[in-house]
């Protein structure tokens, strides 16, 4: 049996509105990362959010090493989720920052601050631990939105366009430094972008959508 991700026939549906996704099916295997792509409104942000959790689907399942989620919620999925635009706290420092998911009950202090410690090191950040998030480039805040979601080792990594707002120059860069993130780290991991060549450059394997339907 297939001991990571299994998504199988789910349609996901806005009200009344023809359905978003329609019968997806595929698996993401542990340590793999997987690229869904396609032109922008096909349903890639829908198919990934109704695996977060986060949309009800309309129909099929979301299954982790065979059990399946439905009537798991999102925060107990031990999955991450990084945004387009990072959602970064404003007013917490880099550090605190990344050690938002790292709660006091799990982890000591000692812990916790080693753990950020060794993140910010993975996203080349090292000593930008005290600063505010408002003095950071938008290549800076995407690194420490990064570390944040990677630093409770979430047993699936959910990237939505997270390069999306960077320049085309940068973008490349950190497919680069992200592609290269996410093995170091044996990260399983759904990247969606519509960016064919980030989504080479990221995934082992890339799944076409098209209109609510993976073509491929
Ligand atoms: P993509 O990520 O590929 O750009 P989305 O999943 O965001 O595509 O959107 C797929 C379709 O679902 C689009 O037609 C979009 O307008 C619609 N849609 C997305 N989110 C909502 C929502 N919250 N309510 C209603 N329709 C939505």
Known sequence: ?????????????????????????????LG???????????GKSTL??????????????????GEDLAQVPPHKR??????????????????????YG?????????????????????VGLPDYGGRAVTELSGGERQRVALARSLAPKPRLLLLDEPLSALDRQ????????????????GTTAILVTHD???????ADRVLQMWAGRLVS
């Open 1 to 29: 049996m297939n001991q990571g991700l299994g998504v199988r026939g789910v349609t996901v549906a806005y009200g009344d509105a023809a359905p978003a996704v329609t019968d997806a099916s595929f698996d993401v295997a």
């Open 32 to 42: 793999e990362v997987v690229a869904l792509t396609g032109p922008s409104g096909c």
């Open 48 to 65: 990934l959010r109704a695996i977060s959790g986060l949309e009800p689907l309309t129909s099929g399942s979301v299954r982790w090493a």
């Open 78 to 99: 031990g999955f991450g989720l990084m945004f387009q635009d990072g959602q970064l706290f404003a007013h917490m420092t880099v550090a605190k920052n990344v050690a």
């Open 102 to 122: 790292l709660s006091a009950k799990q982890f000591s202090k000692d812990e916790r601050q080693g753990r950020v410690a060794e993140l910010l090191e993975l």
């Open 170 to 185: 940068l973008r490349e860069r950190l497919a680069g430094e992200l592609a290269t993130l996410l093995r170091a780290t």
């Open 196 to 202: 064919p060549y980030e989504a080479d450059t990221v």
